[in-house]
């Protein structure tokens, strides 16, 4: 009620996450009652004793259409996610999320009930990694701008994110940099990028090729190994050890769990709403790290 209030004080519509109009009441969902409907016309659930080949066996003869519910809670384990501009930010900040229904009006959703709570940490970790590192969301009324949408599913096994970064841009060339390029918005829109994927890295932890932390080694060190030219096993002396400083930092704990890191190059018309370019060739899409 407070959001509601402070939200008409500003002038805006209050702002639902689309995905809990139905949580209250699921079999009120749409696509329920196009099944219901659908259903109603067959006779998979009649005995056969029942069924006269020679009448039209309709919905006054078909038992009632059951529908089992599973949770209402986190069953969301893909979602594409809309980019764009928080139209109450004054800095420009980024929002992520989904449009309200019939408009292109976003809805953040950082705490979307429907959503798999890897997705939601994943959306959380990187509307601060955006606004940390400056990235400019896409602007569909002008064309402009870099980071389109964000695509995630989730592993079930492990809980991991396959991350899918839609970016308004062609392929960018392999290689050094294109400072040489007489195309300033696409040297900075790679600069951005590298540095957005960057920051991706340092905060999430990848399945495949780590998260760039040391690894720790096993076993012992041979004799003369290491800072004090000891033996770390003699538990006697432990004075020439080397021990922590205050001053080393300490990794910070990944905020969520990365299985994959992909960027597809999507620059298509601005008033397209294709999320993925199908037609695109395989160079449009680039596969980071996982």
């Given at each position: 009620?407070?959001?509601r209030q402070?939200?008409?004080k500003q002038g805006?519509r209050p702002?639902?996450?689309?995905?809990?109009?139905f949580v209250?009441?699921?079999?009120?969902a749409?696509?329920?009652?196009a099944?219901r409907?659908?259903?109603?016309?067959k006779?998979f659930?009649?005995?056969?004793h029942?069924?006269n080949t020679?009448?039209?066996?309709t919905?006054?003869?078909?038992?009632?259409f059951r529908?089992?519910?599973?949770k209402t809670e986190?069953?969301?384990?893909v979602?594409?996610?809309?980019?764009r501009r928080?139209?109450?930010?004054k800095?420009?900040?980024?929002?992520i999320?989904?449009?309200q229904p019939?408009?292109h009006?976003?809805?953040?959703?950082?705490?979307?009930?429907?959503h798999h709570p890897?997705?939601?940490?994943?959306?959380?970790?990187?509307?601060?990694?955006?606004?940390?590192a400056g990235?400019v969301?896409?602007?569909?009324?002008?064309g402009?701008?870099?980071?389109r949408?964000?695509a995630?599913?989730?592993e079930?096994?492990?809980?991991?994110?396959?991350?899918t970064l839609?970016?308004?841009?062609?392929p960018?060339?392999e290689g050094e940099?294109?400072t040489?390029s007489?195309?300033d918005d696409?040297?900075?829109?790679?600069i951005?990028?590298?540095?957005l994927?960057r920051?991706?890295r340092?905060?999430?932890?990848?399945g495949v090729d780590?998260?760039?932390?040391r690894?720790r080694r096993r076993?012992r060190?041979?004799k003369?190994?290491?800072?004090d030219?000891?033996d770390d096993d003699?538990?006697?002396n432990?004075s020439?050890?080397?021990?922590?400083?205050?001053?080393?930092?300490?990794?910070?704990?990944?905020q969520f769990r990365?299985?994959?890191?992909?960027?597809?190059?999507?620059?298509?018309?601005r008033?397209s709403?294709?999320?993925?370019?199908v037609a695109?060739p395989?160079?449009?899409?680039r596969?980071?790290?996982?």
């Open positions: 009620a407070q959001k402070q939200q008409k805006g702002q639902q996450d689309p995905s809990l109009k209250r009441n699921p079999q009120g749409p696509i329920v009652q099944a409907r659908y259903f109603a016309t006779a659930d009649v005995p056969p029942v069924t020679n009448t039209n066996t919905a006054s003869s078909n038992p009632k529908v089992y519910l599973d986190g069953w969301r384990t979602c594409k996610l809309a980019v928080d139209p109450r930010s800095e420009g900040h980024v929002v999320g989904l449009f019939q408009t009006e976003i809805v953040s959703v950082p705490d979307c009930t429907a890897s997705i939601n940490a994943a959306i959380k970790c990187l509307t601060t990694i955006c606004n940390k990235v969301p896409y602007d569909e009324r002008t402009t701008g870099y980071l949408y964000v995630l599913t989730v079930r096994g492990s809980g991991r994110i396959q991350l839609v970016w308004n841009s062609a960018y060339p940099s294109t040489t007489d195309d696409d040297d900075a829109g790679k951005m990028l590298e540095k994927i920051e991706i340092r905060a999430a932890s990848c780590g998260d760039g932390k690894k076993g060190k041979k003369g190994e290491g800072d030219g000891g003699n538990d006697g432990n020439n050890r080397s021990e922590p400083t205050k001053t080393e930092s300490t990794p910070a704990a990944p990365l299985h994959s890191l992909w960027v597809h190059y999507n620059s298509t018309w008033h709403n294709a999320i993925f370019d695109a395989a160079s449009s899409w596969h980071v790290c996982g």
